[in-house]
């Protein structure tokens, strides 16, 4: 009974590290590739992991993503092309800095325009309140 414990627990302990996954590592042909790899994967979005990179994601998709970079690297694509290639597939959703279009004005301007439109509205009202003060001084 002992002798059977300690072999299933072997088995089981097989079939962990046998679903462990390893980083794939990538042979770059010269250092430049190698940083042109490392930023592009920086600045891509994974479309599964909403707010994260396809540099740090686990997702299969961002695997995929990082493969299709580096075969179109050493392809000899240059980061133009490979961008996009990107949001030809997968949109400007793929892009950590989508690109200055009217349209995404609203997402790159936006802010700005509100916060202009509230500081504006906050003067009128304290321009306002100091007038209506200065009135009713002068009224008494």
Same mark, same amino acid.
């Given at each position: ?22 980083? !794939? ?7 430049? &590739?190698? !940083? ?5 994967? #920086? +600045? ?11 540099? &740090? ?5 961002? /695997? &995929? ?9 050493? #392809? =000899?694509?240059? &980061?133009? +092309?490979?961008? #996009? ?5 997968? =949109? ?20 700005? /325009?509100?916060? =202009? /439109? =509230?500081?504006?509205?906050? #003067?009128?009202? /304290? ?8 009135? !009713?001084?002068?009224?008494?």
């Amino acid at each position: 009974m002992n002798r059977q414990c300690i072999m299933l627990c072997f088995l089981m302990l097989c079939s962990v590290f046998s679903y462990a996954e390893t980083e !794939k590592v990538f042979t770059f042909n010269s250092q430049l &590739d190698e !940083k042109r790899y490392n930023s592009m994967i #920086a +600045e891509l979005r994974c479309p599964k992991c909403q707010n994260q990179n396809i540099a &740090d994601s686990n997702a299969e998709i961002a /695997i &995929d993503l990082r493969n299709q970079v580096y075969s179109m690297i050493n #392809a =000899g694509s240059s &980061d133009t +092309e490979i961008l #996009a290639y990107m949001v030809a597939r997968y =949109g400007e959703f793929v892009l950590y800095r989508p690109q200055h279009s009217a349209s995404n004005f609203i997402l790159w301007y936006g802010p700005f /325009i509100i916060l =202009g /439109i =509230g500081l504006v509205s906050f #003067a009128l009202v /304290i321009f306002n309140n100091a007038r209506r003060r200065q009135t !009713k001084r002068e009224k008494r």
